[in-house]
């Protein structure tokens, strides 16, 4: 089936099957964010020491705007933290926010979702920690970037907002 041969009342079936992800993908990717982020809403940190508390996850990227493609799409997670206390605060952090955060994600993953891999790529964002989720016969993938945040509007006003993407809130039914 070509898409200039498709009538119009078949276009929402020819982006089904021919340009989306499959759906068991996507749910199944969807479902492994979505017990990351309560696994990161119920990290309890280093021994010692008062691990942040999540404020607000906002979903962004293709997956999280809908606009994924077969093959590929990309999905960022960001993560609003009560550590920081100024963008200077974050950036003096960012590198011990992020490796605490990938000793979550390697130690979540001990249990891995069953049609999924995960593989941490070259890091090449500073702000940010990168992987990949693959589906096992490795038709799709998403790259997922776990960027850490600080709330500079406060938190009242990210319970009632939607900053830049799909607002994923603080409660624990995760859902996209």
Do not use: H
Not at 24 to 32: H, I, K, P
Not at 53 to 70: D, E, F, P
């Amino acid at each position: 089936m070509d898409l200039y041969r498709t009538p119009a009342s078949e276009l929402d079936r020819f982006v089904a099957t021919r340009l989306q992800p499959r759906k068991e993908f996507t749910e199944t990717a969807r479902r492994a964010l979505g017990a990351l982020a309560a696994a990161l809403r119920e990290r309890r940190g280093r021994p010692g020491a008062a691990a942040p508390r999540v404020l607000k996850i906002v979903k962004g990227g293709s997956s999280g705007r809908g606009t994924a493609l077969k093959g590929g799409c990309d999905s960022e997670l960001v993560i609003f933290l009560d550590c920081f206390k100024s963008y200077m605060d974050q950036r003096a952090r960012r590198a011990e926010i992020l490796s605490e955060m990938r000793a979550l994600l390697e130690s979540w993953w001990q249990n891995p979702v069953p049609g999924l891999s995960l593989k941490f790529p070259e890091q090449s964002v500073p702000g940010a920690l990168q992987f990949r989720l693959t589906s096992i016969d490795l038709e799709d993938w998403m790259d997922v970037s776990l960027v850490p945040a600080f709330d500079v509007l406060g938190e009242g006003f990210l319970d009632c907002s939607r900053v830049g993407g799909r607002s994923l809130g603080t409660t624990q039914d995760f859902q996209f």
